[in-house]
């Protein structure tokens, strides 16, 4: 359907699978233990939603692009990479069922590009900052400590 879906005047919504959604570049996701992300908007609230039927797939909208072959979702950087992010866990506790994103599909020239695009490797996809190497800022863990 992909190519079906660039056919249409953009923008326009579309069903697209999660996986074949990418991370876009230079957008951070936040998974530490703070409030923000257990509020009903955060990361994890989101996947406990999704888990528990309490959050409807079709109502964590995303907004994507395709740029030469390649889907980018979560194009609103800070708002939607949450959703993004929950919508990918999700499919991993699900691999039973194709998890699709309702996406605001809208047409990105060249010239309006978010950054990095152009200099993605074009033999991997795109991946969340998350896990060994991939977190940006130098932290590395928690910024506290529990002592027992």
Do not use: Y
Request: glycine fraction near 8%.
């Amino acid at each position: 359907d992909g190519p079906d879906i660039l056919k249409q005047p953009l923008p326009a919504r579309a069903k697209v699978p999660v996986m074949a959604l990418e991370w876009p570049p230079h957008t951070d996701l936040d998974t530490s233990l703070a409030w923000r992300n257990f509020d009903e908007r955060g990361v994890f609230a989101l996947i406990q939603g999704l888990c528990s039927a309490e959050v409807d797939v079709e109502s964590l909208e995303l907004t994507a692009c395709c740029v030469e072959g390649r889907w980018l979702g979560a194009l609103h950087g800070d708002t939607e990479a949450p959703r993004l992010a929950a919508l990918m866990a999700f499919q991993a506790f699900r691999p039973d069922v194709s998890v699709v994103a309702t996406c605001r599909v809208v047409p990105m020239k060249r010239a309006l590009l978010p950054r990095g695009v152009l200099e993605l490797d074009p033999h991997c996809r795109s991946a969340a900052p998350v896990g060994p190497g991939r977190i940006r800022g130098g932290r590395t863990g928690p910024a506290w400590n529990v002592d027992l």
